[in-house]
């Protein structure tokens, strides 16, 4: 089967009671034809099915599961998810009041059986209370175990269903056929108040577990309660109408007023305001938004009105993949999950097999009242044993994490994913867009011979190019014309070529330019030394034999990434820096950022080999990227991991997503996972440790040493509450916080450390940097004399660019006043105006 013919789906189990009906349900899906693999999750009372369309189809999966004597819902109605909680509150709310009424019934029945067992008619009383109890109020386990019966099976009702109706029965024969046992000297105990208070104690954990499974997929509800039912569009003559959200399209435009959330994704066409994104992002600072923004469905406008373009609507927005993202993974299963599964498969039936094993026992060796022991012991076994709780130890455990991890936006796409994070001991980070904010802008142009054209050469060259450091150059020379370029080629990892007007040009890095022996003159040597130095890359142009200009970009490291970095040093992780710029630059980012290990002038295809090797070396790594040239290392990593701002190809491939491109998620990601893998093995020890010691004390194991026979009753309410402290367990994940142990960049300061703060300091004193608005400007032909004019000048170094129109000036030998630098501007250049 080719990946490209499948499909996957989740559909809505109805009818499931226990960890057995998952396993059950998981067997039968995964042997349908054309089914790839089918996951069924308890917890969230899902199945997710990946199959081929052309061999099966989903009402050929519900009527398997039908046959199984449960429910799929295969109706994908936009209201579906809403539809689904509507049946799951009639199902509690109904459970609620059986579980009130078997209380309020049960509780005469045990005062009666406790204290006043001879009082007139105590039996036929206890027998007129429990009646409707078992038959009604319980009536659920009996029809649900018939059910199983019929299609061979057998689940945790069957269990309930057997010792409540064996208890049930018994007390009624020893009610009307007191005598048999009389002759026989036994006295005839009736077990009424078991058979009621076991029916009230499962309804009632039962009614806790279902409330407490609800509050597991909560980050589902909200992020499913983020998206507005109507939204205020703008026809075509301008008016404002009102429309359900079902009913915008692409292209529409529509108005948010303030306090409103936006409906879909688009662009801003008018106005302005401050959008808080922490639904996407975890952060609590609003985002500014203007013309040409970028806005995204469930986030939240602040003061300002503004109108935008619909670009991405329904299931294409980012909000809907969240959805779609935080669903699969919820009903993904972890490895250990596997293990759990064979055992629930097999519990009911080994269970009932030791409570037989248990009656023959007793009867056999416990002499006169070796048979009510006996069935006292099967009754209990039959009540302690629950698969739930091992059913529900690591699906409630990774729901509540995942959906955690997406309210702080960190997106896990699987359980196994959140359980690799744990072992991770080795992070590679890609720079651009990872450590750096991936914004390369142009910081300074040299020439050493600048033609008519040449210019123009360049950026036509460079507007052929698809690397991120071509779009930095195209942006800043956009009002140069655009020329014709003949045999464009692209050379990885170093640049590209092409002629015109017969001539071959090239542009890209100092390897390029020495493999083709092209001259390099001593002024821009200089310049990119000092440039390098600096930890700016520097791209060359060049023609044929002479290098003809250095352009030096800037990409900032993200205020965040000296924090991750130290975050992750602290938790004794190593961390490795790649990138395909020059080793002085990979160096300095390196030193800034407090990274030990890099490695510069990675070629793409370098990436996942370089993985590979610390792989080899016993490492467990997490590659950090977001571009398409990290896809390949994000899939040879052990634990790939995209950034929100990259490719969709990157974050594809990744098993995780970090949506707002914040390094700091990463130890965040990694803190969640320990915590959540901790939860899950403390859920399964305390499930394992309460069926492994709870059937043998049920059995009587104790009655030979100490005398001790465990009471139906004591059991049930065992039972019940072993599967609500196993929820209650996961949901305590969401209150624990996440985020590392304090960790100061500022305060463990090294002699490294001092000497660059020492260096800042001086470097702060030596140059002083001011950044003024330029009005006035309208090509880059004005941009460049106004440049020009301020470099003019003594003691000052100049950029100036067009977009935003703005001279960043350094002084290196004192403060200049506005009124100097406006001056010698309006000299030189003409009629610019500076403001600061």
């Not at 057997?162 to 049930?168: L, M, R």
């Not at 006169?368 to 076994?381: D, R």
């Not at 040299?446 to 942006?475: C, G, M, Q, R």
Request: proline fraction near 3%; aromatic fraction near 6%.
């Amino acid at each position: 089967m080719e990946n490209q013919n499948l499909t996957q789906e989740n559909f809505p189990i109805i009818g499931m009671s226990c960890a057995s009906c998952a396993a059950r349900i998981d067997k039968v899906l995964n042997r349908q034809p054309g089914v790839s693999k089918a996951i069924v999750n308890y917890a969230a009372g899902t199945a997710t099915v990946v199959y081929t369309p052309s061999v099966c189809t989903p009402n050929a999966l519900q009527q398997a599961v039908q046959a199984a004597g449960y429910d799929l819902l295969i109706q994908q109605t936009p209201n579906m998810l809403e539809e689904v909680e509507v049946v799951h509150d009639q199902k509690y709310h109904a459970l609620k009041l059986r579980t009130i009424w078997a209380i309020i019934l049960s509780i005469p029945i045990v005062i009666i059986g406790m204290f006043f067992m001879d009082m007139p008619y105590a039996n036929l009383i206890m027998w007129i209370l429990s009646t409707p109890v078992v038959f009604w109020l319980g009536r659920g386990f009996f029809t649900n175990a018939w059910k199983q019966l019929k299609h061979g099976s057998a689940n945790m009702d069957t269990l309930v269903a057997n010792s409540t109706g064996i208890a049930y029965l018994f007390s009624l024969f020893n009610l009307f056929f007191p005598e048999f046992w009389v002759s026989r000297g036994v006295h005839p105990h009736v077990y009424f108040e078991a058979a009621s208070t076991i029916i009230a104690f499962i309804l009632l954990g039962r009614l806790l577990e279902e409330k407490a499974k609800g509050n597991t997929s909560s980050a589902i509800k909200k992020l499913m309660g983020l998206q507005p039912k109507n939204v205020t569009i703008i026809t075509s003559t301008g008016e404002q109408k009102e429309i359900p959200i079902e009913q915008i399209r692409p292209g529409n435009i529509l108005l948010v007023k303030p306090g409103e959330r936006i409906a879909v994704d688009g662009v801003v066409t008018e106005g302005a305001s401050y959008v808080d994104e922490s639904m996407l992002n975890g952060e609590p600072i609003a985002i500014s938004k203007d013309k040409d923004s970028k806005v995204f469905a469930g986030t939240i406008n602040q003061k300002g009105s503004f109108r935008f373009r619909a670009e991405k609507v329904g299931t294409d927005t980012l909000l809907a993949k969240i959805i779609h993202m935080v669903q699969d993974a919820q009903g993904s299963k972890a490895p250990v999950q596997q293990i759990v599964d064979k055992i629930a498969g097999i519990f009911v039936p080994t269970i009932i097999s030791i409570a037989v094993l248990s009656f023959v026992v007793w009867v056999m060796l416990g002499g006169t009242n070796g048979f009510t022991h006996g069935l006292l012991a099967l009754v209990t076994v039959l009540i302690i044993a629950c698969p739930c709780a091992l059913g529900l130890a690591t699906p409630t455990a990774i729901m509540v994490g995942i959906g955690k991890g997406a309210e702080r936006g960190i997106l896990i796409k699987d359980a196994e994913s959140l359980e690799t994070a744990k072992k991770i001991d080795t992070i590679v980070l890609d720079k651009t867009g990872t450590v750096t904010e991936g914004k390369p802008k142009v910081s300074t142009v040299v020439w050493n011979n600048l033609s008519e054209n040449a210019e123009s050469i360049f950026y036509s060259l460079e507007k052929l190019s698809e690397h991120p450091l071509a779009e930095a150059v195209t942006s800043y020379f956009k009002d140069t014309r655009q020329i014709e370029i003949k045999h464009f080629e692209s050379i990885t990892g170093k640049g590209v070529k092409g002629e015109s007007e017969g001539k071959t040009y090239y542009a890209g890095n100092r390897q390029l330019l020495e493999e083709h022996k092209i001259a390099i003159s001593s002024v821009l040597f200089n310049n990119f030394t000092h440039l390098t130095a600096e930890a700016q890359t520097v791209i060359w142009f060049a023609d044929d034999t002479n290098a003809l200009a250095i352009v030096a970009i800037t990409d900032q490291i993200k205020k965040t990434s000296i924090q991750a970095v130290t975050e992750l040093k602290a938790a004794n992780i190593e961390v490795h820096l790649l990138t395909g710029d020059n080793e002085t630059t990979a160096r300095e980012i390196a030193r800034k950022a407090g990274i030990q290990h890099y490695k510069a002038g990675v070629l793409p295809q370098d990436k996942a080999a370089f993985v590979r090797q610390l792989q080899k070396k016993g490492k467990k790594v997490a590659m950090v990227g977001d571009g398409i040239n990290d896809s390949a290392a994000l899939a040879q990593a052990d634990l790939g991991i995209a950034m929100g701002s990259g490719s969709d190809i990157a974050i594809d491939v990744a098993q995780m997503t970090v949506i707002s491109s914040d390094l700091t998620k990463i130890p965040e990601a990694l803190e969640l996972s320990r915590q959540t893998v901790r939860t899950i093995r403390q859920n399964l020890f305390w499930a394992f440790i309460y069926n492994l010691l709870g059937v043998p004390v049920a059995a009587g194991i104790l009655y030979p040493i100490n005398g001790f026979l465990l009471n139906p009753m004591i059991a049930g309410a065992a039972m019940a509450f072993s599967s609500v402290s196993v929820v209650s367990n996961s949901l305590r994940l969401r209150k624990k916080k996440i985020q590392n142990a304090d960790v100061s960049v500022n305060l463990s300061v090294t002699e490294q450390d001092r000497e660059l703060e020492e260096k800042v300091e001086t470097l702060s004193e030596k140059f002083m940097k001011k950044e003024f608005k330029v009005e006035g400007m309208s090509c880059n032909h004005c941009r460049m004399r106004v440049e020009k004019a301020l470099n003019k000048m003594e003691g000052i170094r100049a950029t100036v660019t067009l977009n935003p129109s703005v001279a960043i000036v350094e002084f290196t030998n004192g403060e200049k006043t506005l009124e100097e630098l406006q001056n010698m501007v309006t000299q030189e250049a003409g009629d610019y105006v500076l403001r600061e």
